[in-house]
């Protein structure tokens, strides 16, 4: 998917578990805003913990729930108590599942050798993005860098990067991919679950940065 050479690329910031956490991600300029309702995380959140703090948005950010091989019961949750949500799946959840869902998603793909993602994101073609992160065990990246150049051109949907980013490699990672979006998490923590205000500042000031240059080299 090819971008305008003018493209802002829109930032997420994931694992948000505090009131405070969630107005300085805004002030810092973040797009959307991402809650983790899977219960073996350390950033987990019950559905109305989600929706107390996405109660706290203002208009035009976005909340983003997180969600790995829920059950029903669970989906049905957090749709009462964040039906603005966009989701997003991140476990091994089906084309059909996803769809079933009845929600705007985005699909998360695990990258390792040999991983197809060209075909993998033509089987979500009612996905809005596919999020690329780290191959490690169980799920998620774990706040580990992949291999960029595992990723191919020509991707039909838009292209969420994630996977150990933080304010120093940001830039880099936005110049070498050019995705649609970024997603951070650990990369602006002081503890797990717990966002440091300047590491977020620092992060929005680096995507930002990057935008600019990218734009500046034609790319």
Known sequence: MSLPLDHRTRIKICGLTREADVSEAVLAGADAIGFVLY???????????????????PPFVTPVLLFVNASAALLEQARDAVPNALWQFHGDESPSACVQAARPYIRAARMAPGFNLLDFADSYPAAQAILVDAHVDGYGGGGQV??????????????????????????EGIRRVR??????????????????????????QAVRAADRQCAEAGQ
Do not use: Y
Not at 148 to 169: A, T
């Open 39 to 57: 219960e073996k995380s350390p950033r987990f959140v019950t559905p109305h913990r989600a929706g107390q703090l996405a109660a706290l948005l």
């Open 179 to 204: 995705p649609w979006a970024v997603d951070v998490s650990s990369g602006v923590e002081a503890a797990k679950g717990i966002k440091d205000a300047q590491l977020m500042r620092q992060f929005c």
């Open 146 to 171: 992949f291999d960029w150049s595992l990723l191919p051109q020509g991707l039909s949907r838009p292209m969420v990067l994630s996977g150990g980013l933080h304010p120093g490699n940001v830039i």
